[in-house]
């Protein structure tokens, strides 16, 4: 058995020669602060919700469903805010006592944004 203690970090891939659209987007669009340093394969590190994403540039293609979900306190000023940035917003199904969206940066990576709720 392993005995998993908390989520460290996500790894994200962006096309190559896109890492400047990459940093303007995560930290400006989605105002996250920058994680200063020289980080393994030039990558640049943000911090968002007490977990590290760190983005590095990788050939091929990065659609897919494969995504990560962060929960937040307020969905709906979640929403608006990534609306007011222009970031597209798509739905899924639904699932009994959560809300949530999902969006896509420039590069095709899919966060989820969910909220509980309580009864």
């Not at 908390?6 to 105002?31: C, K, N, Q, W």
């Not at 306190?73 to 809300?99: C, M, Q, W, Y």
């Amino acid at each position: 058995m392993i005995n998993f203690k908390r989520l460290d970090h996500v790894l994200i891939t962006v096309p190559e020669g896109m890492l400047e659209e990459a940093a303007h987007f995560y930290s400006e669009v989605l105002a996250l602060p920058e994680i200063p340093g020289e980080h393994p394969g030039g990558a640049l590190w943000f911090s968002i919700a007490g977990v590290e994403i760190h983005l590095r540039m990788e050939a091929g293609e990065n659609y897919s469903d494969r995504h990560s979900a962060f929960e937040v306190h307020d969905l709906d000023e979640a929403k608006a805010f990534l609306e007011s940035k222009n970031v597209p917003i798509t739905h899924s199904s639904e699932i009994e006592g959560r809300k949530r969206l999902f969006f896509r940066d420039p590069f095709e990576n899919r966060f989820e944004l969910i909220e509980f709720l309580h009864s």
